[in-house]
């Protein structure tokens, strides 16, 4: 028994022609769409980067001027403990002065690290946004720290002219100190972090002007 395949109405080769036709046309589509997808991702990675780094701007503009007040906030400490030390036993601080810290702005990476975006930034600049935020993450950890030692703080010289809360200064004072050094520590690796994405300060971060020389006036009984 033998088979006969239909052949073509108009031939062989002119059905492969039409065959060809066909595929170059449907891998010109496929080729095009790979390029639409490409600028699509492109577009969407710059905008992105650009959110990033507005939000960067402002946290490095926030951190400089917590950082500028770090000599003045130490010299606010030791003075604090020279009048613990020498004020009379009647005498308390009924409104301390205290550090204005700025805290910072996360929500941009936490909608960047779950979106299908992220997937198209290279592994290296990935990792540098990631150990940025964590950085930033941490330096707000130490400031809610640090804010509350100065609320215990305040509320002791509140109430000074109790003896308990008068021997109570000195380990407040050592507390609040050590959650400055770490704060400061951490924000100084922050710094590099940021000069190495290369994020400039914004000083839109900062809407309300901070004299960060405050803490450095004597102490106010």
Not at 18 to 29: D, K, M, P, S, Y
Request: with cysteine; hydrophobic share 45%.
């Amino acid at each position: 028994m033998h088979f006969h395949l239909p052949k073509p109405l108009h031939g062989w080769r002119a059905f492969a022609g039409e065959v060809g036709i066909i595929v170059i046309g449907v891998l010109i589509a496929l080729a095009a769409e790979q390029v639409v997808e490409s600028i699509h991702w492109r577009e969407s990675v710059s905008q992105m980067r650009q959110a990033m780094h507005s939000e960067l701007g402002i946290d490095r503009e926030r951190l400089e001027v917590n950082l500028a007040q770090d000599s003045c906030i130490n010299a606010r400490l030791d003075a604090i403990l020279r009048w613990a030390s020498t004020a009379p036993a009647s005498a308390r601080i009924s409104n301390a002065d205290r550090p204005v810290l700025w805290n910072y702005h996360m929500s941009t990476w936490d909608i960047t690290k779950t979106s299908p975006t992220a997937g198209h930034l290279p592994l290296n600049e990935q990792l540098k946004y990631a150990e940025t935020y964590d950085a930033i993450a941490n330096e707000q950890r130490y400031l809610f720290d640090e804010q509350g030692s100065w609320t215990d703080l305040a509320a002791t010289l509140a109430s000074a002219d109790q003896p308990e809360d008068r021997a109570r200064i000195e380990r407040e004072v050592a507390s609040a100190r050590l959650h400055l050094a770490g704060r400061e520590a951490n924000g100084r690796s922050l710094l590099v972090r940021l000069d190495d994405l290369g994020v400039k300060a914004d000083a839109a971060g900062v809407p309300v002007r901070v004299d960060v020389h405050r803490l450095c006036r004597p102490l106010e009984g």
